[in-house]
């Protein structure tokens, strides 16, 4: 009987594509007789056992894949929605903030005696903006109340409704008091 490697062939016959080891050894010309059979004895279970490692570590390749995509989605929203708050606090500032334009036109023009007709016509314009403050429009508030609930929706979705709702309605209690005042 010829020598063979057999821890060589073991790990030749896991790693290839073989359908079985019976396979394996006919196209290595062995001859698959007791001998034989006792030193292939669990090469086929070991196979399995590759396989369903290799399975596992691909499934898991993909779950971190898809968990890695889903998080940057999330933190894309809550960047979002940071930025659209700090947008939202610019403007309760400006609640009561009201602007006024006055434009003035004034038309000179000169007029030529010699020809009858106007040699020069100028046209000066002047805009005055005036900035002043009055009660809070109501409306700007509601919206952005709304505003403020959406977004504590999106960043808070598992919390319970009494937790979501806390801080809108301490805004609202804030610009109540700062109404009356």
């Given at each position: 009987?010829?020598?063979y490697?057999?821890?060589?062939l073991?790990?030749?016959?896991?790693?290839?594509?073989?359908?079985?080891?019976s396979?394996?050894?006919?196209?290595?010309?062995?001859s698959?007789?007791?001998?034989?059979?006792?030193?292939?004895?669990?090469w086929k279970?070991?196979?399995?056992?590759?396989?369903?490692?290799?399975?596992?570590k691909?499934i898991?390749?993909?779950?971190?894949k898809e968990?890695?995509?889903?998080a940057?989605?999330?933190?894309?929203?809550?960047?979002?929605?940071?930025?659209?708050?700090?947008?939202?606090?610019?403007s309760?500032?400006e609640?009561?903030k009201?602007?006024?334009r006055?434009?003035k036109?004034?038309?000179?023009?000169?007029?030529?005696?010699?020809v009858?007709?106007?040699s020069?016509?100028?046209?000066?314009?002047?805009?005055?903006i005036q900035e002043?403050?009055?009660?809070?429009?109501?409306?700007?508030?509601k919206?952005?109340?709304?505003a403020l609930k959406?977004?504590?929706d999106?960043?808070?979705?598992?919390?319970?409704?009494?937790?979501?709702?806390?801080y809108v309605?301490?805004?609202?209690?804030?610009?109540?008091?700062?109404?009356?005042?």
């Amino acid at each position: 009987m010829a020598k063979y490697n057999w821890d060589e062939l073991e790990k030749e016959y896991i790693l290839g594509d073989y359908k079985s080891v019976s396979c394996f050894l006919k196209e290595k010309n062995i001859s698959n007789n007791g001998g034989t059979k006792k030193r292939t004895k669990g090469w086929k279970n070991k196979k399995v056992l590759k396989e369903n490692k290799k399975s596992s570590k691909i499934i898991e390749k993909v779950i971190e894949k898809e968990s890695e995509k889903e998080a940057k989605k999330i933190v894309n929203v809550k960047d979002t929605a940071e930025e659209l708050l700090n947008k939202i606090n610019e403007s309760v500032s400006e609640l009561n903030k009201y602007f006024s334009r006055n434009t003035k036109k004034t038309k000179i023009i000169e007029y030529n005696n010699e020809v009858g007709k106007p040699s020069k016509e100028v046209i000066e314009e002047n805009e005055e903006i005036q900035e002043f403050f009055s009660i809070i429009d109501r409306n700007g508030l509601k919206q952005i109340t709304s505003a403020l609930k959406d977004i504590n929706d999106i960043l808070n979705k598992n919390d319970n409704e009494d937790k979501d709702n806390a801080y809108v309605e301490e805004l609202e209690k804030a610009w109540r008091i700062r109404n009356e005042e």
